[in-house]
């Protein structure tokens, strides 16, 4: 018996194409939160059009800046989260703005994916799962999220996961298995490792028949490099759009109706057996 993904009831399958606006930026240590969130407010009335911003991985704070993470969390009501809602309403589009340090109310830190919608309410928030050991003070600092969902938004039934979630390929089934028909990926991904990125963006797409748009930060924060090459793929594989290693903002028009074309003339979702059966099979 089959179990193939849920339809969403807020599916835009045969919605009008969206234009979808990349926006790669570096987080120099030299540059304060305050600096930057009014420097990427002025990248984003500069490239006015898009129907959706997405932005990277806890790109006001600077993710390798381990030591002041205390010092710059900040509630789902603090500085990042406002300027995009403020943006979201001039603009008259959604924003991701990637991810925050989030001080929840019992006081333990996240790192917690936002999206914004047109009106300016946060429409979907996420917190990282999966928080990173490797050459990484992430996994001590911070406080792994417990809940992952599916929301409606202009881009149709849409999931956030972050940077390092890439790797998991159980949660993109569960993602898959609620209705998801886009994935949105905020990173801050070394550039050591960038050929994996470019490998499991892809990847998840063409597994799950879905569209992945993830956002990398780039430049250098200490003495890492980071990866940019912010791409969008199709529910085929196929890449739409790459940007290279620097500050970058670009605009894509995204189709759709892609997802549920692709689902029905390669139905290899429809053939997927669920986990349980995969796990009664005999050694």
Same mark, same amino acid.
């Given at each position: 018996?089959?179990?193939? /993904?849920?339809?969403?009831?807020?599916?835009?399958?045969?919605?009008?194409?969206?234009?979808?606006?990349?926006?790669?930026?570096?987080?120099?240590?030299?540059?304060?939160?305050?600096?930057?969130?009014?420097?990427? /407010?002025?990248?984003?009335?500069?490239?006015?059009?898009?129907?959706?911003?997405?932005?990277?991985?806890?790109?006001?704070?600077?993710? &390798?800046? &381990?030591?002041?993470?205390?010092?710059?969390?900040?509630?789902?009501?603090?500085?990042?989260?406002?300027?995009?809602?403020?943006?979201?309403?001039?603009?008259?589009?959604? !924003?991701?703005?990637?991810?925050?340090?989030?001080?929840?109310?019992?006081?333990? *830190?996240?790192?917690?994916?936002?999206?914004?919608?047109?009106?300016?309410?946060?429409?979907? +928030?996420?917190?990282?799962?999966?928080? &990173?050991?490797?050459?990484?003070?992430?996994?001590?600092?911070? +406080?792994?999220?417990?809940?992952?969902?599916?929301?409606?938004?202009?881009?149709?039934?849409?999931?956030?996961?972050?940077?390092? $979630? *890439?790797?998991?390929?159980?949660?993109?089934?569960?993602?898959?298995?609620?209705?998801?028909?886009?994935? !949105?990926?905020?990173?801050?991904?070394?550039?050591?490792?960038?050929?994996?990125?470019?490998?499991?963006?892809?990847?998840?797409?063409?597994?799950?028949?879905?569209?992945?748009? /993830?956002?990398?930060?780039?430049?250098?924060?200490?003495?890492?490099?980071?990866?940019?090459?912010?791409? !969008?793929? $199709?529910?085929?594989?196929?890449?739409?759009?790459?940007?290279?290693?620097?500050?970058?903002?670009?605009?894509?028009?995204?189709?759709?109706?892609?997802?549920?074309?692709?689902?029905?003339? &390669?139905?290899?979702?429809?053939?997927?057996? $669920?986990?349980?059966?995969?796990?009664?099979?005999?050694?």
């Amino acid at each position: 018996m089959s179990s193939p /993904a849920a339809q969403h009831p807020n599916s835009l399958a045969t919605a009008q194409p969206r234009r979808v606006a990349l926006v790669q930026i570096a987080s120099p240590r030299s540059e304060s939160r305050e600096e930057r969130i009014a420097r990427v /407010a002025g990248l984003l009335r500069a490239h006015p059009g898009a129907d959706l911003y997405v932005l990277p991985e806890l790109w006001s704070a600077g993710y &390798f800046s &381990f030591e002041r993470y205390d010092e710059l969390a900040e509630t789902l009501a603090g500085p990042t989260v406002a300027m995009a809602q403020h943006l979201a309403r001039e603009l008259g589009a959604s !924003i991701h703005l990637g991810s925050i340090i989030e001080r929840a109310a019992d006081g333990a *830190l996240h790192n917690t994916a936002v999206l914004v919608d047109a009106t300016g309410e946060i429409a979907q +928030t996420y917190r990282k799962i999966h928080v &990173f050991g490797y050459q990484s003070l992430e996994s001590e600092l911070l +406080t792994p999220g417990t809940s992952l969902g599916v929301s409606s938004s202009t881009l149709g039934p849409t999931a956030s996961i972050t940077c390092y $979630d *890439l790797r998991f390929p159980g949660l993109w089934q569960e993602l898959s298995d609620r209705g998801a028909e886009t994935v !949105i990926v905020p990173a801050a991904w070394p550039a050591a490792r960038r050929e994996h990125w470019r490998v499991l963006t892809q990847a998840r797409a063409i597994e799950h028949q879905m569209w992945v748009v /993830a956002v990398n930060a780039c430049g250098a924060q200490g003495d890492v490099e980071l990866g940019g090459y912010s791409r !969008i793929v $199709d529910p085929a594989g196929v890449v739409l759009a790459e940007l290279g290693a620097d500050e970058e903002v670009r605009i894509v028009e995204v189709d759709l109706g892609r997802s549920a074309a692709v689902r029905t003339e &390669f139905p290899v979702i429809a053939d997927r057996l $669920d986990a349980a059966r995969y796990r009664g099979l005999s050694a």
